[in-house]
């Protein structure tokens, strides 16, 4: 029997429908949990009042207003592709490497006055493309001596679907893979665009991508100058030796990891998941280790929920046990000098002027 067109228009959408039915299915979160609030008396009473946790919840002043959707949507990961993740390059530490048994980068290198900054990505999916500008931004101080800070909004704007889709999500490699053939401008020349965070009125559950200028605020800066780059971009294996490693050598990572409803509730001590459903993938810039008094190994992290969240910012998590996926999706690149010699070469010339 011959099939007309609009047989083959019916079967595609008979398997468009149940593509979708079986998407909504598995992603069915009932409106009446989107719309309550994400921070809950009952978490936080069942984690203090658990003396196995090892962590204490607070109701943070960051979500006070939140709803469950609002929260779920600054978690802004996007799982990477498989093909993707075997097609960048692997990096494992050897063994013989003696490591200390704690290490904290932002006194390792206290003349990086980045390391020690908690930003706030505000109401936008961008953590993706924070965690990976903090780490190259950190790098750049520690492999050559330059103090500065890269723009988030610069990946957020200007990337593109090559990294995903800006305040909706990103991937993380790709913001490293972005670092290397475009390279990314200071932040002084693109700062980020929504500079209030959310506290001011009439904030809505999400921002809009910002639109990419590619000029400078500031017209004295040009954008092609302002920019810095990456040599490389890398995974590091999920070996809790090789993390370490890679900190301890060359400065702080970005990693992804899943968040629960009890993240959002952290106050203080070794985070695990105690409590609530699964609320997205999150990225931050993994700093240091450490284990307590009590024999519990941790990971030091800086998040970017600015410091009315958690530990002034920071928080800790289990290590070695890959908590909540934390020792998975570790990524990062070395600096490159692209640019930065033009950048020397100036300050030369001006001292040789005023000599």
Not at 156 to 175: E, K, L, Q, R
Not at 251 to 265: I, K, L, M, N, Q
Request: net charge negative; glycine share 8%.
């Amino acid at each position: 029997m011959a099939t007309t067109p609009f047989y083959w228009a019916s079967l595609l959408l008979l398997f468009l429908g149940a593509a979708v039915a079986e998407v909504s299915t598995a992603e069915q979160v009932p409106s009446i949990k989107l719309n309550s609030h994400i921070l809950q008396e009952s978490i936080i009473r069942k984690i203090n009042e658990d003396p196995e946790a090892g962590w204490q919840a607070a109701m943070n002043p960051r979500f006070s207003n939140y709803t469950v959707e609002q929260f779920k949507h600054i978690l802004g990961v996007k799982p990477t592709p498989r093909k993707d993740l075997q097609s960048t390059p692997l990096i494992t530490h050897p063994k013989s490497l003696r490591l200390p048994s704690s290490f904290d980068a932002r006194t390792a290198w206290p003349q990086c006055s980045t390391i020690g900054r908690i930003l706030d990505q505000g109401h936008c999916g961008s953590c993706w493309a924070f965690g990976a500008v903090e780490s190259l931004s950190d790098r750049f101080c520690i492999h050559y001596g330059v103090n500065t800070s890269l723009s988030a909004n610069d990946l957020v704007a200007c990337c593109g679907f090559m990294c995903g889709s800006g305040c909706d999500g990103g991937y993380p490699i790709y913001a490293w893979r972005y670092f290397i053939h475009h390279g990314v401008v200071t932040e002084e020349c693109d700062p980020y665009f929504d500079d209030t965070g959310c506290s001011h009125p009439g904030c809505e559950p999400a921002y809009p991508t910002p639109k990419c200028v590619r000029k400078c605020v500031d017209k004295n800066q040009l954008w092609r100058d302002s920019k810095r780059y990456s040599a490389s971009a890398y995974r590091i294996s999920s070996d809790p030796h090789s993390i370490m490693a890679e900190v301890y050598k060359n400065g702080p990572v970005e990693v992804s990891f899943t968040v629960y409803e009890d993240f959002a509730h952290y106050k203080s001590g070794v985070y695990r998941h105690i409590s609530g459903d699964v609320m997205g993938g999150h990225a931050v810039k993994l700093i240091g280790w450490g284990t307590t008094e009590s024999g519990e190994d941790y990971w030091i992290l800086a998040n970017q929920w600015n410091r009315s969240w958690g530990d002034d910012g920071y928080f800790m998590i289990r290590r070695g046990t890959n908590e909540c996926g934390i020792e998975d999706d570790v990524v990062a690149g070395l600096p490159s000098t692209k640019n930065l010699v033009r950048e020397v070469a100036s300050e030369d010339d001006v001292a040789d002027v005023s000599a």
